[in-house]
Each structure stands twice: as structure tokens, then as C-alpha cells.
Nanobody, 124 residues
């Protein structure tokens, strides 16, 4: 079983940066692919980015490619999301998720474990 706790959200002006963290419990963290998703009010949860169990493979949504960077530290059981050049449309609740498949996937249904999320608000 993997339990996930996100942190690092907040209010930031457009053009600013935030770094989200997701701390995982469980000895099998290093075998899971990890993903970040977000959900704006009234919208469906959408894929943002994912990273393989080894950290060697990543994938990004077109809307964040070049601005966001996902990374992980398996020794610390933590995955990070560095968000730069933030835009108002990046506003939403950001969720960390774990996928035992091991390679990065983009579907919400691909992930077995989810955190409670952290709110990111970008003002214009």
C-alpha cells in the first residue's frame, strides 16, 4: 500500500514559480511510476506529468511542456513538481498519484493510489 501526501501549493502571481512535493509511505515507492494531475472547479481531473520508477522516463501534457519539470528522489520517497512561468489557467487542485505499472502513463484510471491534493492558485 502507498500513501501520498502533497505539499507546496499556494497563491502566486502569473509568471511566478512553485514547487510541489509528494511524500510517499511504503517500501515499494521506488517501483511505482508517479504522476501529477490537476482539477479545476467544474472540470475533470487532467493529466499534467508522470515519471517512471527509475526517473529516466518522463512525459508531459502539451499545456505544461517546457514550463513544468517532474523529478523524484527514491531515497526520500518523494516526487517533485517544479512549476515555472505559471499562468492563471494552471489554477487547480494538484494531485499526486502512484501507478504500480512502473512506466509513465497518462490516464486517471491507470493510477491506483492518490493523495488528497494541494491547491494552486495563479492570479493574473
Amino acid at each position: 500500500q502507498v500513501q501520498l501526501v502533497e505539499s507546496g501549493g499556494g497563491l502566486v502571481q502569473a509568471g511566478g514559480s512553485l514547487r510541489l512535493s509528494c511524500a510517499a509511505s511504503g517500501r515499494t515507492f521506488s517501483t511505482y511510476a508517479m504522476g501529477w494531475f490537476r482539477q479545476a472547479p467544474g472540470k475533470e481531473r487532467e493529466f499534467v506529468t508522470a515519471i517512471s520508477w527509475s526517473g529516466h522516463s518522463t512525459t508531459y501534457a502539451n499545456s505544461v511542456n517546457g514550463r513544468f519539470t517532474i523529478s523524484r528522489d527514491n531515497a526520500k520517497n518523494t516526487v517533485y513538481l517544479q512549476m515555472n512561468s505559471l499562468k492563471p489557467e494552471d489554477t487547480g487542485r494538484y494531485y499526486c498519484a502512484a501507478d504500480r505499472f512502473g512506466d509513465p502513463r497518462v490516464g486517471v484510471d491507470d493510477y491506483e493510489h492518490w493523495g488528497q491534493g494541494t491547491q494552486v492558485t495563479v492570479s493574473s
